[in-house]
């Protein structure tokens, strides 16, 4: 019931029920009027043609029991008579019901009809006289005194008038039949009103439906229809407007994909901020980016992002002004371009532009380092080959042993040269991805023996023990390039027996872990500073600055070792602590 009072059906209905109502209501009121008054004449004008009848009878004779019986057939039942002489003698009455000398009295002595005594024309009016039904009541009634023999100057009258009780009746037969029409009308009108208004509001139903279908997203849906009113007119802009959200839809999907395929694949970080600093939208490098800020602010930030890039946004929604800057956090470099976002006239945020520049940071100091460290390590033996060569040339030297320490002092020199540039091309090598590697199966234990036994004698001129172990059988077989992983073993031995004080201990280990060839190469030295473990596979970096080339070393043995390990499928790491020791650790996959 209160969906049909709420909606177009039931609001079509109660407005036509309504205006039907109005119009049956004035209707009823000017009927009942019209009938009223329609009675009211006929009764009067009953009234008057027997009036005129009984005066007729009156004047032509003498009044007797024969007119009075004439009289009688003359009125009807409703109809009363009284035929007064003068306002105080009444010849004849005739009247039904009770109280009928209270009515005589009040008609022939009520001042209305005082004038009818002495005129000739006859006068009606609506008097108010006692109930012929009820005791105690009154009702009115339409009275009509008429003249007789109006020719003298005084003379008698005959009252006419009826038992309201008549015409009540038929006002109210009357209003039964307007009543009756009424209902039937407010039914046929009901019926009527429901069935236009399903009429029209169906087509409506239906776009209701079809624009609920259009809320889900489901644009094939169409509305089928038959009117060429506006109704229907209505229904083909509607099929039109679902084409076109359809379309609008489908273009503006492919502009978002589009949009997202480019942020990401995108190397550079892109945040959006809302006006309140908030992040809109990110790419995955950003949110990779925004969880490493996470991490170094600590699990306790409440910000997402670091001061530095909130003074920026701060200065670009304030001035509105493009800014392009770098900045430092940690050990990471970042290149950041921050440009506001307008709707319409005002801002209603800001996109920014994060680059990560700490690998290319990285590399350019890797560079200045690499060229640094080449022209320090060239610098030495040059100026000792040009410094005794041209005191060989300008005869300083006077012995022939002075000239042959000089000249042996040229050749070490000369020898450390080739070194360092043929280690530089082997890494140049390795990095380019340019190292062939001869592989065969070769047991696992006599190999790595056979290499460690190359360093007794250097390790009993040290003072320094070195120890082999291993859980492995001999049968047991490795498919590596022996002469790469030999240079491995040579550079990571070499060290630690160099690094190791006298009556220290270097102890080379074989395990097995994981189908991995576990190889470790341990020693009781000075160890490296924790400050220096990640940097210490790099080119020319050295723990102490000054140790390498007292010690021989040209700072690229560690590098070469990392790289000939990668090119094998295996992995190094290296784990030291001051004054107690390092352990270099490699792994090589087993077949």
């Known amino acids: 019931m209160i969906r049909i009072a709420t909606s177009i059906v039931g609001k079509l209905w109660v407005t036509i029920l309504l205006l039907v109502s109005f119009v ?66 009444i010849l004849y009455a005739r009247q039904e019901g009770i109280n009928k000398e209270e009515i005589q009295q009040k008609v022939i002595s009520s001042e209305a009809f005082e004038e009818v005594y002495a ?76 069935f236009l208004s399903s009429k029209i509001t169906l087509p409506l139903r239906k776009m209701r439906e079809h624009a609920f279908e259009l809320a889900k997203g489901r644009f094939d849906s169409k509305i089928e229809t038959k009117q060429n009113d506006e109704i229907g007119q209505l229904a083909v802009a509607f099929n039109q407007m679902g084409r076109q959200l359809k379309h609008h839809l489908e273009v503006i999907n492919q502009e978002k994909e589009q949009l997202s395929s480019i942020l990401t694949s995108m190397t550079d970080s892109v945040i959006t901020f809302n006006r309140d600093k908030t992040i809109l939208v990110s790419n995955p490098p950003a949110e990779r980016l925004l969880q490493k800020w996470f991490v170094e602010n600590g699990l306790d930030s409440s910000k997402p992002i670091p001061d530095e890039l909130y003074q920026m946004l ?34 209603r945020g800001a996109v920014a532009v994060i680059r990560d520049k700490t690998e290319e940071t990285k590399l350019e100091k890797l560079k200045s380092d690499f060229i640094a460290n080449v022209s320090h390590e060239l610098r030495t033996p040059i100026a000792m080959l040009q410094g ?47 190292m062939s590697l001869y592989k065969e199966d070769v047991p696992l234990v006599a190999v790595i023996e056979r290499m460690t036994h190359k360093f007794d004698q250097t390790a009993k001129e040290k003072h320094v023990q070195l120890h082999i172990e291993t859980n492995f059988s001999d049968e047991t077989l490795i498919s590596i390039d022996e002469d ?55 080119r020319f970096y050295k723990a102490d600055k000054a140790r390498t080339r007292s010690k021989g070393g040209t700072g690229l043995g560690l590098a070469i070792t990392k790289n000939i390990v990668e090119a094998h499928n295996g992995r190094i790491s290296v784990d030291s602590v001051e004054q107690l020791g390092t352990t270099f650790t490699f792994y090589l996959p087993l077949p």
């Open 484 to 538: 790469r992983i030999e240079q491995v073993l040579t550079n990571l031995i070499d060290n630690a027996i160099r690094h190791t004080p006298a009556d220290g201990s270097v102890t080379v280990s074989i395990e097995n872990e994981q189908n991995y060839a576990k190889i470790q190469i341990k020693d009781t030295g000075q160890g490296i500073p924790q400050d220096d473990l990640p940097y210490v596979f790099e």
């Open 388 to 434: 005794y060569s041209e005191a060989i040339i300008d005869g300083v030297v006077t012995t022939e042993e002075e000239r042959t320490d000089m000249i042996r002092v040229i050749y070490d020199e000369s020898q450390r040269m080739s070194r360092l540039v043929t280690d530089l091309l082997d890494l140049a090598r390795m990095e380019s991805g340019h």
């Open 119 to 194: 005129s000739s024309e006859p006068i009606v009016k609506e008097l108010t006289l006692p109930s012929n039904r009820e005791e105690e009541s009154s009702t009115n009634y339409i009275v009509l005194g008429f003249p007789l023999k109006s020719v003298e100057d005084l003379h008698g009258a005959v009252f006419i008038y009826k038992n309201p009780d008549a015409l009540h009746q038929t006002s109210n037969e009357t209003t039964k039949i307007v009543v009756l029409a009424a209902a039937i009308a407010f039914i046929l009108t009901t019926i009527f009103a429901f």
């Open 314 to 347: 701060d200065h670009v929604l304030s001035f509105e002004d493009q800014l392009d800057e770098e900045f430092e956090m940690g050990k990471s470099y970042y290149s950041i371009t921050i440009s506001p976002l307008y709707s319409r006239d005002s801002i």
């Open 24 to 89: 049956l209501f004035i209707f009823t009121i000017f009927m009942l009027e019209f009938l009223e008054n329609y009675h009211n004449e006929q009764s009067e004008a009953s009234l008057r043609q027997t009036a005129a009848a009984i005066a007729s009878i009156i004047d032509e004779e003498e009044i007797d029991d024969k007119q009075f019986a004439i009289i009688s057939e003359l009125l009807t039942e409703t109809t009363n008579v009284l035929i007064a002489k003068n306002a105080d003698e």
